[in-house]
């Protein structure tokens, strides 16, 4: 059964750094493209980063280039999205998605 499964989120102040992880459990990381998305209530669903399964080619969308990087651990098949300099328009429900397959989300928030 493909299953992902979102952890880390939480709140922080504007500047501060959080490191969300997503458990894959059903296909390995290592043979797809994952990536990251975000959501805000009244807003698409958009896409903050992916990692190619072959290279370790990544792509950025230009709000988070230079703060956020994804990674991936092929040993513990988890995705990794480490976000650093958070600041308040980065509040959303962050999800993982791979294999056709979304992840439940885990909840951002940055505020003062």
């Known amino acids: 059964q493909v299953q992902l499964v979102e952890s880390g989120g939480g709140s922080v102040q504007p500047g501060g750094s959080l490191r969300l992880s997503c458990a894959v459990s059903g296909f390995s990381v290592s043979n797809y493209v994952m990536s990251w998305y975000r959501q805000t209530p009244g807003k698409e669903r958009e896409r903050v980063a992916y990692?190619?399964?072959?290279?370790?080619?990544?792509n950025y969308a230009d709000f988070v280039k230079g703060r956020f990087t994804i990674s991936r651990n092929n040993a513990q098949n988890t995705l990794t999205l480490q976000m650093n300099n958070l600041q308040p328009e980065d509040t959303a429900v962050y999800f993982c998605?791979?294999?056709?397959?979304w992840g439940q989300g885990t909840q951002v928030t940055v505020s003062s």
């Open positions: 998605r791979g294999f056709a397959t």
């Open positions: 990692l190619t399964s072959s290279g370790d080619i990544t």
